[in-house]
């Protein structure tokens, strides 16, 4: 459904960027250069490893969290294909890997060597 309205409307191609929030700024690059090969980014928004108000309080910092990572779920199901940025992946990242695998989603790197799926 969301493909065929996508079309309709005639709406680029969706990029999700995915990667450890230590990559922010090879982040906002990649933001960069995405969007003016005439894509649409969608990319993390918090880096909650910057201290803010919004998650000084443990309690208040967890469920940030949990919403945080059903958001960016949510990112990566309306994109058409996912650009994991930086050289480490971390669990967080490897599990957003296999979930948009697992919808079919393809999944391209800045640094291919970090891809879980390749055997090394």
């Not at 309709?8 to 929030?21: E, N, W």
């Not at 918090?46 to 443990?58: E, R, Y």
């Not at 990572?69 to 669990?91: N, P, W």
């Amino acid at each position: 459904m969301l493909t065929a309205a996508k079309e309709r409307l005639q709406i680029p191609d969706i990029v999700c960027i995915c990667g450890s929030t230590r990559f922010m700024a090879e982040m906002a690059e990649a933001d960069l250069r995405e969007t003016a090969a005439g894509r649409i980014v969608v990319r993390p928004g918090v880096n909650m490893k910057q201290p803010h108000k919004l998650w000084a309080d443990p309690a208040g910092a967890e469920a940030l969290k949990v919403m945080l990572d059903d958001l960016h779920r949510a990112k990566i199901r309306m994109a058409d294909e996912v650009l994991v940025v930086g050289d480490y992946i971390g669990t967080s990242t490897t599990a957003e890997i296999r979930y948009a695998r697992a919808l079919g989603i393809p999944v391209r790197f800045t640094h291919p060597e970090v891809d879980p799926a390749v055997t090394r």
